[in-house]
């Protein structure tokens, strides 16, 4: 959340910047601002999107080769002009961008209140950039990188800055603890941003800062200490990832795009990792961890919103083929319930953007407690998939929408990979068995590509149901994640308020909403459990509800007891909700579209949760 970049070398600054911030807009859309060193310091802020940003500067000046910039996700402060970064210190020495929270930030106010301190804002930031200036002020040798450890010293919380100073022009100092920051490197010059989106059209090479890191980045120089000035080496990284990854290309929105992109970014997660004669699995990142893996007492999958979904469906296939225990944790409440863990717990952290701060803090509670901790992360280099002993990158791709699709469906074929292959090792499950659920797997994306090309019918139902006012989604077994999955992506991004149930559970409360005005979105492929859910249906129907159902081809029993069907392909009900959750997203995208929500940029959210 927030997504702050800046630049250093000899190019114009301002383009730098703008299309760094638009590409950083999935991370907070609030507020959006820039600082430019052109001899005089200009800061040009407001409230909104980057293209307010640009409207507002269209007649001043813009010039110069130094600048940073920011995108903002209110934390402290409501989301206007006076809020929005960059932020100045009271004696206009130093601007600075940040994202993260300042714990402690009261408390510095105060202090610095009482040593003659003014603020303009509501913000955290502001009192960071004070607290700066303050250290800058305290002595005649004092000197920026000094002055911004010394502060950063008495910080609680997290922070990714980027700080300039006026009287060291040719100097950006940037620091980061818990938000991530990626620094480029091009000849003379250098790039700083939370992710290498805005880094990657101008160089390939980059290098991840690491908590407590500071770096005094110079146009033709760089160096990396920590906040208590010891120096750090660096390492760097080459970036893998396109221009065309990041632009929406003939689609109108990221969201459709990456819901499309679907039976490319499944196969591209399991190709390399399924023998061609689907023979067998190979986890290359779990090799040389699989005997811990294979020792555990149980398995906890943790994650955040569809993320956590994913875990859903990961617990499920793990009992089932594996028989390993497994457990799900949101892990905002596992990081904070002193829950018993120890060196035979395996903690797996699920998270697109490897960036997302109650699942890292979660990890960090599982690894101290003595847990072996593992990754499965889209973004490559980010800091889940660092901090773990060992991790799968689904490889999803760039996801900029910010309802999550492409990275959810990667995740679930992880975990069927992994569930797979553990319950192969383990001698739970018969070698056709296994067989023939890797060739369900492969089979996946061509299933899939039948399903995209009924958007039309899709988009047809979602006019019919688009004013509803809520919406119920039923699903059972493997489905049920599904349904809540599907309810998660109506509600975010359509603003219509939708819950997601486990459809056995309908009587005991959710059927009291059921009259002729609710949508019921019932997941009812056929599988074990689907005499079960057609008795639901029948209780819905009963009722009056208008029923959408996703159903498997030629199921001629339920497209005439409901109202509206999604078919998808027959499948093995292990792989089904990889087929099953993409006409729900589809569903959920064309609501949203003919609601005239922003489907990309839905309000009060922001990709990369890096607040807790
Ligand atoms: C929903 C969505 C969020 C994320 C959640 C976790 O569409 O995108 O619920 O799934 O914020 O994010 P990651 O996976 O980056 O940890």
């Known amino acids: 959340m927030c997504g702050i970049v800046g630049y250093i070398g000899d190019k114009n600054v301002y383009p730098?910047?703008?299309?760094?911030?638009?590409?950083?807009?999935?991370?907070?859309?609030?507020?959006?601002?820039?600082a430019i060193f052109n001899g005089d310091l200009n800061v040009y802020k407001c409230k909104g999107r980057v293209s307010d940003l640009e409207n507002h500067v269209a007649d001043k000046d813009t010039g110069g080769h130094v600048g940073i910039g920011h995108t903002r996700w209110a934390t402290h402060g409501e989301p206007n002009d006076r809020n929005a970064h960059p932020h100045t210190s009271m004696n206009g020495n130093f601007v600075l961008v940040h994202n993260g929270i300042i714990e402690n930030y009261a408390e510095l106010k105060t202090t610095l209140q009482k040593k003659g301190f003014t603020f303009q804002s509501d913000t955290d930031t502001e009192v960071l950039v004070n607290l700066?200036?303050?250290?800058y002020q305290s002595g005649e040798e004092m000197d920026a990188e000094t002055a911004v450890r010394l502060a950063l010293s008495?910080?609680?919380?997290?922070?990714?800055?980027?700080?300039f100073c006026k009287n060291e022009k040719n100097r950006l100092i940037a620091a980061r603890k818990g938000s991530p920051l990626v620094i480029g490197l091009g000849r003379g010059e250098?790039?700083?941003?939370?992710?290498?989106s805005p880094i990657v059209e101008y160089t390939d090479s980059v290098i991840y800062l690491n908590d407590l890191d500071v770096a005094i980045i110079n146009k033709d120089s760089l160096t990396l200490k920590t906040v208590e000035n010891a120096p750090v080496p660096f390492k760097v990284t080459k970036v893998d990832m396109s221009i065309g990854d990041l632009e929406k290309g003939d689609f109108d929105h990221f969201m459709l795009k990456e819901i499309f992109e679907q039976p490319k970014t499944i196969e591209d997660t399991f190709r390399g990792r399924i023998k061609p004669d689907h023979s067998d699995i190979v986890l290359g990142g779990l090799l040389d961890i699989f005997p811990k893996i294979m020792q555990a007492r149980r398995i906890i999958l943790i994650g955040c919103g569809t993320s956590w979904h994913a875990a859903l469906v990961g617990e499920y296939m793990i009992e089932e083929y594996a028989r390993v225990p497994v457990e799900v944790e949101y892990a905002s409440e596992f990081r904070y319930r002193n829950p018993i863990l120890d060196k035979n717990d395996v903690v797996i952290a699920i998270s697109q953007s490897g960036e997302t701060a109650?699942?890292?803090?979660?990890?960090?509670?599982?690894?101290?407690?003595?847990?072996?901790?593992?990754?499965?992360?889209?973004?490559v280099g980010s800091s889940i998939a660092r901090e773990t002993d060992a991790g799968v990158y689904t490889h999803a791709g760039v996801e900029i929408g910010v309802a999550s699709?492409?990275?959810?469906?990667?995740?679930?074929?992880?975990?069927?990979?992994?569930?797979?292959?553990?319950?192969?090792?383990?001698?739970?499950?018969?070698?056709?068995?296994?067989?023939?659920?890797?060739h369900e797997l492969a089979e996946v994306p061509d299933k899939l590509k039948s399903i995209l090309v009924m958007h039309p019918h899709i988009k047809e139902v979602a006019a019919k149901y688009k004013d509803a006012i809520n919406a119920l989604y039923l699903g059972r077994g493997y489905l049920f994640p599904v349904a809540l999955e599907g309810a998660l992506k109506l509600k975010e991004i359509s603003y219509m308020h939708a819950e997601g149930y486990a459809a056995g559970e309908m009587k005991h409360g959710p059927i009291a909403l059921v009259d002729d005005n609710l949508p019921v979105v019932v997941v009812a492929a056929k599988d074990s459990y689907y005499e079960k859910i057609v008795s639901n249906i029948q209780e819905v129907k009963a009722r009056r509800g208008n029923i959408i159902a996703v159903v498997t081809e030629g199921d001629d029993t339920l497209k005439a007891m409901v109202n509206d069907v999604f078919e998808i392909p027959k499948s093995h009900p292990f792989v089904t909700p990889l087929l099953a959750v993409v006409p729900l997203q589809l569903f959920s995208y064309y609501i949203a579209v003919m609601r005239g929500c922003d489907v990309d940029q839905p309000r009060n959210l922001a990709k990369s949760v890096t607040v807790e």
């Open 358 to 379: 109650d699942t890292l803090a979660a990890l960090r509670m599982a690894k101290e407690k003595g847990a072996t901790i593992l990754g499965i992360c889209n973004v």
């Open 190 to 196: 250098y790039f700083i941003a939370s992710d290498a």
């Open 154 to 163: 008495k910080v609680v919380g997290a922070y990714g800055i980027v700080v």
């Open 405 to 438: 699709t492409k990275a959810f469906t990667a995740q679930v074929t992880v975990l069927t990979l992994f569930a797979l292959k553990l319950a192969k090792e383990k001698g739970q499950i018969a070698p056709e068995l296994y067989g023939s659920l890797i």
């Open 132 to 135: 700066i200036e303050y250290f």
């Open 16 to 34: 730098i910047l703008i299309s760094g911030l638009q590409r950083l807009e999935y991370r907070g859309y609030d507020s959006a601002g820039i």
